[in-house]
């Protein structure tokens, strides 16, 4: 209920907005004096030996982070460089931090993203509700740049580069503060950083165009690898940000859906819960970022579909420009 509040204007918004509205004041205000004691110098801030890039964005919920970053640490990669990643990995329950992530790390511990983003990319990963912590980490791990998932609002931590990842469909909603509406800073923000992604729709002004386009399926167990549409009676479900995104994409491919479930983002998933969905169809279907949570107990008929940015290369060019030249000032003893 909470999206439509936020993004379609649902009557009840209205209804509530007695209570919402007063509190989006008190979020807003909140929010921009704590901005104010970091940048103003009242509260200390931490400066890494290494270029640091934020991606991140300005509303709540899922705008498309997560790939920005894999594209980023994979178009890094193909430089030459030494590319780590930090967050604060929600949802996972790590037993000490910081906890670098490895092959055997669960997503229980480090959380979906992480976990994502250490399977594609194989870059050092390092988590810590303190990004900080998290980046003098990955200094002891060879990274000469650092690429924060999320964080544009974690002012504690110094930053070379910020980029904001838009939602293209949504956008801003209602252009309200949280809870009234989906707004972590305002619009005036956007002004203040240094390239905007917009993620499928119209991008505008300013803002970088960017596609998220799938592959093909993948199986959980085995690897194998199949066009979607060749898959008869699926049953997709997707616990991300916006679910519908998901369910669109599979439709775009002339997939089979046949029930669509969504879940909370970062959903903890029951294995009899999974099984029960999979049984009405004839084979279960879900989002990359599930996919590392369900390995574990995963059937012979669950796929997953992953997902890649997709950048032009005139605006790629733009980026890595940005990003020599931020990591040339370092000198040497960044390489």
Known sequence: MIEKIW??????????????????????????QRRHAYLSGGKPRYRAPVPVIVVGNITAGGNGKT????????????????????????GGKAAAYPLIVDANTSSLESGDE????????????????????????LLDCDVDVIITDDGLQHYALERDIELVVIDGQRRFGNEQYIPFGPLREGLERLSEVDFLITNGGLAQGNEIAMTLEPSKAINLK??????????????AFAG?????????????????????QAFADHQAFEQAELNQLAEQGQHLIMT?????KCHPFAQDNWWYLPV????????????????????????????
């Not at 976990?115 to 912590?133: C, F, N, Y």
């Not at 991300?240 to 669509?260: N, Y």
């Not at 605006?315 to 990591?327: A, L, N, S």
């Open 308 to 335: 890649s940015a997709h950048i032009s290369a005139q605006d790629k060019q733009i980026i890595i420009k940005k990003i020599t030249e931020v990591k040339s000032q370092y000198g040497s003893s960044s390489t």
């Open 222 to 235: 085995t690897g194998e690898v199949v066009a979607v549409d060749s898959l008869p009676q699926l049953v």
């Open 7 to 32: 993004f379609h204007r649902h009557l009840l918004g209205y209804l509530l907005a007695p209570i919402l509205w007063p509190l989006s004041l008190l979020f807003k205000r909140i929010i921009r």
């Open 114 to 137: 992480p976990a994502l983003i250490k399977r594609r990319t194989g870059a050092p990963v390092a988590v810590d509700p303190v990004r900080s912590q998290a980046v003098k980490a």
């Open 67 to 90: 790939p920005v970053v894999i594209w980023l640490v994979e178009t890094l990669q193909a430089l030459g460089m030494k590319p780590g990643v930090v967050s604060r990995g929600y």
């Open 240 to 260: 991300i940000g916006h679910p519908p995104r998901f369910f669109k994409t599979l439709s775009t491919l002339g997939a089979d859906v046949i029930k669509t």
């Open 288 to 292: 990359e970022k599930d996919a590392v």
